[in-house]
């Protein structure tokens, strides 16, 4: 049997990844034109694993692509970003749920660590967001249900087209924090409705600050 190359399936992904990027960093803005060749040149490719590296963003949703007109960065509306939440509610309270039932004190105490460390960079707007993200992805993690994570991680990536505008809003910092501690509170207590509950207005609030 002849051996198995995977080298341009990786370096399309790769290629995936670093466009990914510069989406979320707002280097290509939404609703930009993408230009392929251009790009290709710049990171010394052929177009071939560029256009697959976009197939692989207009799966996610970050790339729109429209005929005879290339590839865009997708603009999210405010229905966009209603839906999106919407989703994203619905899928995290389910998880905060299963976790003030089924996890252990010690991942309980993995989600309290990173309440701790979220507090601490209240004033660091960036380093917020990571943590914030880290300690959602961790939740999620624990509740232990494979296509939950994966819709969520799509969702969440549609969601960074807003540039996370929404906590960057005066006070959104200090409201995101109040919330989080009420969802700590409520997992800490094992208490499976209220833990839902509490994740359901969180994302409540998100939507308010980002529209």
């Known amino acids: 049997m002849a051996a198995v190359t995977l080298t341009p399936r990786a ?11 510069r989406i979320f960093a707002a280097e290509l803005e939404p609703g930009s034109w993408i230009d392929e060749m251009r ?5 010394g490719i052929s ?3 560029m256009r697959e590296a976009l197939k692989v963003l207009a799966a996610e949703g970050l ?8 590839a865009y960065v997708t603009e999210v509306n405010e229905k966009d970003q209603r839906d999106v939440y919407h989703l994203l509610s619905l899928l995290e ?10 996890a252990t004190a010690e991942q309980l105490q993995d989600l309290q660590t990173l309440h701790s460390e979220l507090a601490a960079n209240v004033t660091d707007r960036q380093k917020f967001f990571e943590v914030n993200e880290r300690f959602h992805m961790r939740l999620l993690e624990i509740a232990n249900n494979r296509w ?3 819709m969520v991680a799509d969702l969440r990536k549609v969601m960074k087209l807003n540039r996370h505008n929404s906590l960057f809003k005066s006070g959104r910092l200090q409201e995101s924090l109040k919330e989080h501690q009420a969802i700590m509170d409520a997992l800490m207590s094992r208490n499976a409705p209220l833990s839902a509950q509490r994740m359901s207005e969180h994302f409540a609030n998100g939507l308010e600050a980002a529209i």
């Open 93 to 102: 309270s389910d998880a905060a749920g299963v976790v003030a039932t089924e």
């Open 148 to 150: 939950r994570d994966q």
């Open 39 to 43: 790009l290709a040149e710049e990171y």
């Open 63 to 70: 790339v729109t692509m429209k005929v005879r007109r290339g």
């Open 11 to 21: 370096l399309y992904e790769e290629v995936a990844e670093l466009l990914r990027q």
């Open 47 to 49: 177009r071939t694993p």
